[in-house]
């Protein structure tokens, strides 16, 4: 079944309002209810989960430590929707705050959405290179930490990854 563009946009338009919510509060919870229940999300650095149960440990998992926990927002760069196929294609900027010298960092992601119809999504994918994640992730950490503002789940990140 396919989607009018405007559905898929209207809907990821919501999904899009939740994530953000989701940061502003720290509950990650209810990520996974935005999916199908038999859901694949994949995300190239952690791998592929299917359904929403492996999603929700996922997410709530990575997006409550570092470097996840500490992002202020996920604007979107560009988006087109696939009518055919009900995809929605876009780029994800992940915003770090100040870690306390005015530096403004950020990497950005690719994300192709499936709609599955109801408001939900059947399917995600998040393309890009953890590497340039990690390595701007680690840079802010230690700048963070150079001017006091860097907690023991970000010192510990630095330790395993770049110390």
Same mark, same amino acid.
């Given at each position: 079944?396919t989607?009018?563009?405007?559905?898929?946009?209207?809907?990821?338009?919501?999904f899009?309002g939740h994530?953000?919510?989701f940061?502003e509060?720290?509950?990650?919870?209810?990520?996974? /209810?935005l999916?199908t229940?038999d859901?694949?999300y994949?995300?190239?650095?952690?791998g592929?989960?299917h359904?929403?149960?492996? @999603?929700?440990?996922?997410?709530?998992?990575?997006?409550?430590?570092?470097p996840?926990r500490v992002m202020?927002?996920?604007p979107?760069a560009?988006?087109?929707?696939?009518?055919?196929?009900?995809?929605? @294609?876009?780029?994800?900027?992940?915003?770090?705050?100040d870690?306390?010298?005015?530096?403004?960092l950020e990497?950005s992601?690719?994300t @192709?959405?499936?709609?599955?119809?109801d408001?939900?999504f059947?399917?995600?994918? /998040?393309?890009?290179?953890?590497?340039?994640?990690s390595?701007m992730?680690?840079?802010w950490?230690? @700048?963070?930490?150079?001017?006091g503002?860097?907690?023991?789940?970000?010192?510990?990140?630095?330790?395993?990854?770049g110390?």
């Open positions: 079944m989607f009018s563009a405007q559905e898929i946009q209207e809907a990821y338009a919501v899009h994530v953000q919510g940061q509060s720290g509950d990650w919870d209810g990520f996974a /209810d999916f229940e859901a694949v994949r995300e190239h650095a952690f592929e989960f359904g929403r149960d492996e @999603i929700r440990a996922w997410s709530v998992r990575t997006m409550t430590s570092f996840g202020t927002g996920f979107l560009w988006s087109v929707v696939d009518e055919p196929t009900s995809r929605l @294609i876009c780029e994800v900027r992940n915003l770090m705050p870690p306390g010298d005015g530096t403004m990497e992601n690719l @192709i959405m499936t709609y599955a119809g408001g939900l059947s399917r995600e994918e /998040d393309v890009y290179n953890p590497m340039r994640f390595k992730s680690v840079r950490g230690r @700048i963070a930490a150079a001017h503002n860097l907690d023991a789940d970000g010192q510990a990140y630095l330790e395993q990854f110390g």
